[in-house]
């Protein structure tokens, strides 16, 4: 079919095929038929009068043709249906291949996984194109992966990246994948620019509310239609016609990041079986420690009818250091007569895994707001450094160290301890001030319990600076009366969902919720003073109140308690049994600030501090064997990083799922982790609705063999299915025209 993309507009031209037939009108009129007896031997027979008028007929249909070969030739024509190549010229094309590289292509059907067949699909498609022609490769994971990253006329080297590609694992950014070919092809001055996208279908990656939302941003800075590049998704796996069931686990989590010798910890996960509605356990649910098979976990009997079964174990750790918690569900069930099966697709997804550090003890230090060690002691700091490290452990998981505030010195936070108390403390000194935003930007945690004594115009104008330094909210005014215990605020535990709070949640006797405060701090968390959040409130009378807000800050945490901890004004905090936990379990959460980097999302950068070169650190990607380090872009067999003065390594490419590992010249192994994306377990395919978007939002063409709107053969041989420009074919015929032309007029004329 012809279809005129360049200058439609020419097409008014046609308009000019008249004039061959008004020229020939007036020719027959130009003279007045007279009739003359004695000429009228000279005239022509009847058969010779019919011959010239078929001439004359004949070279304005060569004209007219003549004209309308010039305006087609002009408007840009171009064919678009299947011809041998033979037959039709080939037009330059630059072609970028995006490989599905998710687990869900691993899922197998008939003996041949979807995988196998976007490889050889892709090695066909690159065999069929012309000399010439320009050819890039992008892994679609998570953070997809340019493999090859210019448009290569070496086949060679393009068949070898797609012959060595990584096994399929994680999930799939189809809009990032597209993003990134869409920047390959800028540079090309090629008419016919492709990216041909081979996947399994899967509606997750590509068409879920994300995906779509994500690839209509990208549909808007693509620009006008014209100069768009194509976009064809070729289905691999086009007989999954339905949503396959599955089995998967759900990211692992745990109460605390890091965590004393021999202290418990609680991990949480959650089987999810999606697209089945008949489902038998699992016969089996392993936890290993550091790759070593610890024991069988209790594997849960019901079912919810969203598919997601949650489960939580506790683990107890005896040596320090970093270590791997991983859980491995084994989904297939042998089948037995008359028992319903459980059925599992993807075998990439039936693993979770969790770095955690272990601590021999956690170093706090507690900068009391009395400014001075004199006699009496602060009663804030003394309880506590008590609830912390009690006098009579002789081996405390938790060791604080109180100073008075005026003591207090930059030094002491090298080496950094592992969270930071301020209590009751009215100012700091610039160079303190500045020591403790630095301490948090490297990942130290902070919790700022305020007093009488706080300052509120300092700490607004020096560490809140309108929401850009790192304390988390405004302080307003002290609110409360001591004389009126009736009106004392009160924690409210439905409110504590926070990690740091949530153990307090149940309202318990001698629970955090018995607390009452009859001093406490407003402080602004809304609007222009949302530099954080509450994870806690308090309930005065029938209003609620922040009672904790949390912050980031850099890559460290802040914690901004608005009471003391200890028995100002009245308070009964230091009189529950809930007082001990709590300190602890704040504490512990900001000693967390740096652990949770050992779990990192798709492209966020590992780090570590090392101390000397690089000489002898190793580090193994997930599934890959352990590779040197080194600073030295393009240096073969190792892994680019980046060392600061300081000694903090930085290793960007995290864009796999999965265990990374680093090692030491001493052996010491330190894990980090990317955890699985659950929801590429759901295999549920593209259904028209979703087609249909695609369609609308980047012209994707479907392949044929998928059947539905849009869809045209793309195949081994779809270069050979490509558009053919046809303006040389009209040059050739006008040239063919004007010659005939020229002959037939020179005839008439003779004959006349």
């Not at 130009?30 to 019919?50: I, P, Y």
């Not at 037009?91 to 691993?106: E, I, K, N, Q, Y």
């Not at 029938?542 to 850099?554: D, I, N, W, Y």
């Not at 420009?725 to 002959?743: H, S």
């Amino acid at each position: 079919m012809f279809a005129f993309v360049h200058l439609p507009w020419m097409l008014l031209g046609l308009g000019v095929l008249a004039l061959p037939l008004l020229i020939h009108l007036l020719n027959r009129r130009r003279f007045d038929v007279v009739d003359w007896g004695a000429m009228r031997f000279l005239q022509v027979s009847e058969t010779t009068r019919k011959r010239v008028f078929l001439e004359e007929l004949l070279l304005m249909l060569v004209r007219m043709g003549l004209l309308a070969l010039l305006v087609f030739g002009l408007a840009g024509p171009y064919l678009d249906v299947a011809l041998p190549a033979g037959l039709v010229g080939r037009t330059p094309r630059d072609l970028v291949l995006v490989l599905d590289g998710s687990g869900s292509m691993a899922a197998s059907h008939e003996g041949q996984s979807p995988w196998e067949v976007a490889r050889e699909r892709a090695l066909q498609t690159l065999e069929s194109l012309s000399p010439g022609d320009g050819v890039a490769v992008i892994l679609a994971r998570e953070q997809p992966l340019v493999l090859v990253s210019e448009l290569s006329p070496e086949r060679d080297r393009v068949r070898q990246k797609l012959r060595d590609l990584p096994a399929p694992s994680g999930s799939c950014n189809a809009p990032e994948a597209f993003r990134r070919a869409v920047a390959l092809l800028a540079p090309s001055q090629k008419r016919l620019r492709e990216v041909v996208f081979f996947s399994d279908g899967q509606r997750f990656g590509l068409a879920d509310p994300e995906s779509l939302f994500r690839l209509e941003l990208l549909s808007g800075e693509l620009g006008p239609a014209e100069t768009r590049p194509r976009f064809r998704l070729v289905n691999v796996a086009p007989e999954r016609k339905a949503a396959l069931p599955n089995a998967a686990l759900a990211a692992l989590t745990c109460n605390r990041p890091v965590v004393p010798i021999d202290r418990e910890v609680t991990f949480r996960s959650a089987i999810v079986w999606t697209n089945q509605t008949q489902v038998r356990p699992p016969h089996r649910l392993r936890l290993e420690l550091d790759g070593v098979a610890v024991r069988d976990l209790e594997i849960p009997q019901a079912t919810p009818p969203d598919g997601r079964v949650p489960f939580s174990f506790t683990q107890r750790f005896r040596t320090a250091g970093s270590h791997r918690v991983s859980v491995i569900l084994e989904a297939d069930a042998p089948n037995e007569a008359g028992a319903a099966g459980t059925r599992d697709q993807v075998a990439s997804d039936n693993r979770q895994d969790f770095a955690i550090e272990v601590v021999e003890a956690l170093p706090v230090l507690i900068v009391d707001g009395e400014t001075s060690a004199a006699p009496p002691p602060r009663l804030g700091a003394d309880f506590a450094r008590d609830a912390l490290s009690p006098t009579r452990d002789p081996n405390p998981v938790v060791k604080a160290r109180v100073v008075p505030v005026n003591d207090f010195t930059p030094e002491m936070l090298a080496p950094a301890p592992r969270a930071v108390i301020l209590h009751d403390v009215a100012r700091l000194r610039p160079e303190q001030a500045d020591a403790l935003g630095a301490y948090i930007e490297a990942g130290g945690g902070v919790l700022v319990a305020l007093g009488p004594r706080a300052e509120r115009d300092w700490y607004n104008e020096t560490l809140f600076r309108a929401g850009e330094g790192w304390l988390p909210a405004r302080l307003l005014d002290q609110a409360g009366d001591e004389s009126k215990p009736a009106t004392a605020a009160r924690p409210e535990p439905e409110s504590f969902t926070h990690p740091a709070l949530e153990l307090f949640r149940q309202a318990a006797v001698g629970g955090l919720g018995d607390a009452r405060f009859p001093r406490w701090w407003r402080v602004a968390t809304a609007g222009q003073n949302a530099a954080g959040s509450p994870v806690g409130l308090l309930v005065e009378g029938l209003a609620r109140t922040p009672f904790v807000v949390e912050r980031s800050f850099g890559i460290g945490r802040v914690l901004l308690s608005v009471v003391p901890l200890d028995a100002t004004a009245g308070s009964n905090l230091v009189d529950l049994p809930a007082f001990v936990p709590l300190v602890h379990e704040m504490v512990y959460y900001l000693a967390g600030a740096r652990a949770t980097e050992h779990n990192l999302t798709p492209g966020q950068p590992l780090r570590h501090r090392i101390e000397g070169s690089l000489e002898g650190w190793t580090l193994a990607l997930p599934e890959a064997e352990p590779l040197p380090l080194s600073m030295v872009p393009g240096t073969q067999g190792t892994h680019l990083v980046r060392l600061s003065e300081i000694g903090d390594l930085s290793f960007d490419d995290t864009r796999l799922s999965g265990v990374y590992r680093l090692r030491s010249p001493e052996g010491k192994t330190t894990w980090y982790v990317v955890p699985r994306d659950v929801r590429e377990g759901d295999l549920t395919p593209l259904g028209e609705d979703d087609r249909a978007k695609l369609g609308k939002l980047l012209s994707v063409r479907f392949d044929a063999r998928e059947g539905g709107p849009g869809s045209e053969e793309v195949s081994a041989d779809a270069p050979e299915v490509q558009r053919q420009e046809l303006w040389l074919y009209l040059l050739v015929g006008m040239i063919g025209l004007l010659c005939l032309e020229v002959w037939m007029t020179r005839r008439l004329v003779r004959n006349r």
